[in-house]
């Protein structure tokens, strides 16, 4: 099993281009997050998915957008990337919601300039 | 004051040291905690779950303290290869919800010769 799978690892944008973030697990998981991380900050959750289908806002979802593609994947959109959006972006499931541990994916560091 | 707050260290203690970590929480009727490791530049993976009666896995303990209102992190006999972040995850509601877990900054350990 690969766990949960995360590509691009490494990108730069310019301000105002956009990309999708791709995620996928073969946990056969039915939820699904996107943080971003920061110094000196803890993660914070974008977008989440309890089940296909569903998808919710998170602490900060501004500027994103998702896509729950099936059970196993787990889009995140930037539309018009912004320089405050660079980040490390983690990925993550679990087998449902109320189930707290979360298997993180690799990260996608992404930086804007 | 921050939902979970850290110490970001960096703790520097030799190998075959004891150190102990804390970590606060603001929401007293917060009723899940969980301590995760993550190595630098790497994915968050969950180090154990903190019962209120304490657990202990191997070389790690952790306890939760109600009444003051943390948890903490032990590690006996420290290794050169328990070098890394070590984040404290709480739960601040009474529901099972894994979106709604609040990660902290993350305290790191570097374990010398």
């Known amino acids: 099993n690969a766990g949960v799978t995360q590509t691009p690892k490494f990108q730069v944008l310019k301000t105002g281009q956009s990309m999708t973030l791709q995620c996928a697990q073969d946990m056969n998981h039915n939820s699904m997050y996107w943080y971003r991380q920061d110094p000196g900050m803890g993660l914070r959750l974008i977008y989440y998915s309890a089940s296909e289908g569903t998808t919710d806002k998170g602490e900060v979802p501004n500027g994103y957008n998702v896509s729950r593609l099936n059970k196993r994947e787990f889009s995140l959109r930037l539309e018009s990337a912004a320089p405050s959006q660079t980040s490390v972006y983690f990925c993550?499931?679990?087998?449902?919601?109320?189930?707290?541990?979360?298997?993180f994916g690799p990260g996608t560091r992404l930086t804007v300039t | 004051r921050k939902e979970v707050e850290q110490d970001p260290g960096p703790f520097n203690v030799p190998e075959g040291a004891t150190v102990a970590f804390n970590c606060t929480y603001s929401?007293?009727?917060?009723?899940?905690f969980f301590w995760y490791r993550q190595d630098c530049r790497k994915e968050p993976k969950l180090l154990m779950s903190v019962y209120s009666s304490g657990n202990e896995d191997g070389r790690f303990t952790a306890q939760l303290n109600r009444a003051s209102q943390y948890i903490s992190l032990l590690i006996r006999d420290s290794k050169l290869s328990d070098s890394a972040t070590y984040l404290c995850v709480v739960n601040p509601l009474n529901t099972g919800t894994a979106s709604k877990l609040t990660f902290g900054t993350g305290t790191r350990l570097q374990v010398t010769l």
């Open positions: 929401n007293s009727a917060s009723q899940s």
């Open positions: 993550a499931s679990t087998k449902d919601d109320t189930d707290y541990e979360q298997y």
